[in-house]
């Protein structure tokens, strides 16, 4: 192509409008810095704006559709912490956006869905980041065995999806999509346009020929998905692993699925042996406790269907800083700076001169506003130096009038509690059972109204 007939044209990372200058906001949706600069072809318009994923040859009555031969087949993986986080396995034709931090464990967890997958089915995985042999090594590591697995080391999209013609596989993989690339879009890859061309061709393909996809994603410097926003919308499930790299656990969590809930998570340990799953969540997440230590507080959140119990640890020290300290990990910042400004006026407790600093064990995120209680009470077990009994559990939302509000299933959140030995259970007055059967005799239900009530657990 003759060097004249490239144009450079800028993109919106948001919605995909092109530009023909730069400006430091996107006329189209409004969004400030996000336009990028890429190189195209005039005569090969890389894209429209509009996404069409779906062809349909002919409209037909919804009553038509036989379900029998249509989406709604789910194929399980194998692993069933993964198969939780899509809501049962991945349904026939669909495409997974699998993303995450470098290094979390993306091509490991998909390698060993390779192993885990009934021998039965075929399975393409595309690399386009690691060679043959490095997949090896990796696959020897993991005990995978791959009968059924053919690898292919290529990022030109147009021969991966011959390949996908070839091979006819049940489970394709593509590892990244940030890799690949399109011929006809001239920018880089890893540029919104290629991202966005190549996902398209191959959500295509996977739509016609009915075979599930996995795309890794990469993540930008902000935690989101690399590339097009548009991305997100394409895809049927998006899921994103979470956890920080420097601990073991690893949380996957679906924030769109079109065939399932979005609150269910898979939670796995990092190993060398690969990614394990962790049935028990509430158990591992609380085995290293500490005992009679003060700032520490037990949770218990609703994760989808299932109920897991998680510390929250805060440390209250005087400030060296004209304005104090607040570090908050795991937990909303927003949320906090809001609880802590209730304790100060509804509990007389001034911390404007204190350092906050909080987390949540194994690097759990808790965005539940039932964990409120809990916030509260490590942030004073810590400030007053009071432990709080390691066998309590504490839950409730904290309205702004210091008033504790009620939370949902509350039966399974105190089962979960007595099931792993703790005795306490600190709930709002309005979430009180009705019906509690089987639970073991000393268990205590403490119901609270405000959060002054709990003061006294202090005195
Ligand atoms: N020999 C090993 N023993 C234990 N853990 C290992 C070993 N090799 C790799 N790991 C773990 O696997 C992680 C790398 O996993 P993986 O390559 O699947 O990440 P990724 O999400 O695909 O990263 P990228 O985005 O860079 O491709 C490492 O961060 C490390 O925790
Ligand atoms: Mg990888």
Redesign the pocket.
């Known amino acids: 192509m003759a060097k004249n007939d490239l144009k450079t044209v800028y993109v919106c990372k948001e919605c995909g409008h092109v530009h023909p200058k730069w400006s430091g906001k996107c006329r189209e949706c409004g969004s400030w810095d996000s336009l990028e600069e890429e190189v195209t072809s005039p005569a090969q318009p890389s894209f429209s704006n509009g996404v069409s994923i779906v062809h349909s040859t002919e409209a037909e009555l919804i009553s038509d559709i036989d379900l029998d031969t249509r989406e709604e087949v789910r194929m399980e993986t194998g692993i069933s912490e993964f198969d939780r986080a899509l809501g049962g396995g991945i349904v026939k034709g669909s495409v997974v956006l699998i993303s ?1 931090e ?8 998909l390698l060993q869905i390779c192993k885990s997958l009934d021998k039965g089915r075929k399975i393409l995985y595309v690399s386009g ?1 690691e060679s043959s042999t490095q997949i090896k090594l ?1 696959a020897e ?1 993991l005990g995978v065995v791959g009968d059924n697995v053919f690898l292919l080391c290529e990022t030109n999209v147009d021969v991966i999806l011959s390949y996908v013609d070839k091979i006819s596989p049940d489970l394709l993989i593509i ?2 999509i940030q890799t690949t690339f399109s011929p006809s879009v001239d920018s880089i890859p890893g540029s919104i346009s290629q991202v966005k061309q190549c996902a398209l061709s191959i959500i295509h393909k996977s739509k016609d020929a009915s075979i599930s996809t996995v795309l ?1 994603g ?1 993540v930008n410097k902000d935690g989101g998905i690399a590339g097009p926003k548009v991305l997100e919308h394409m895809v049927d499930v998006v899921l994103t ?1 979470e956890g920080e ?1 420097s601990q073991f656990y690893r949380l996957i969590r679906a924030s769109k699925n079109r065939f399932g809930s979005t609150n269910e998570i898979g939670v796995f340990e ?3 042996r690969g990614l394990i799953e962790v049935t028990d969540p509430s158990r591992a997440l609380l085995s290293e406790k500490p005992k009679n230590v003060a700032g520490s507080c037990t949770v218990c959140v609703h994760e989808g269907t299932r109920p897991i119990l998680a510390e929250i640890q805060a440390l209250v020290s005087k400030t060296v800083y004209p304005a104090p300290k607040r570090v908050v990990t795991g937990l909303d910042y927003n949320r906090v700076s809001i609880l802590l400004a209730v304790i100060e006026k509804r509990l007389g407790i001034y911390l404007s001169s204190q350092d906050v600093y909080l987390n949540v064990i194994g690097g759990l995120r808790l965005d539940e506003p039932s964990s409120d209680l809990a916030i509260v009470m490590s942030i004073i077990s810590a400030y007053r130096n009071i432990e709080i009994d390691d066998k309590t559990v504490a839950l409730g939302e904290v309205g702004l009038l210091g008033e504790v509000r009620s939370v949902s299933f509350i039966t399974s959140r105190i089962k979960e509690a007595s099931r792993l030995g703790y005795k306490r259970i600190i709930i709002p007055k309005s979430s009180y059972p009705k019906d509690l059967k089987g639970l073991p005799e000393g268990f205590e239900i403490v119901a609270v109204k405000s959060i002054t009530e709990i003061l006294k657990l202090f005195a």
């Open positions: 995450g470098p290094g979390i464990g993306k091509s490991t967890i980041e990796r590591r590892d990244s890794v990469h692993f790299r990092m190993g060398d």
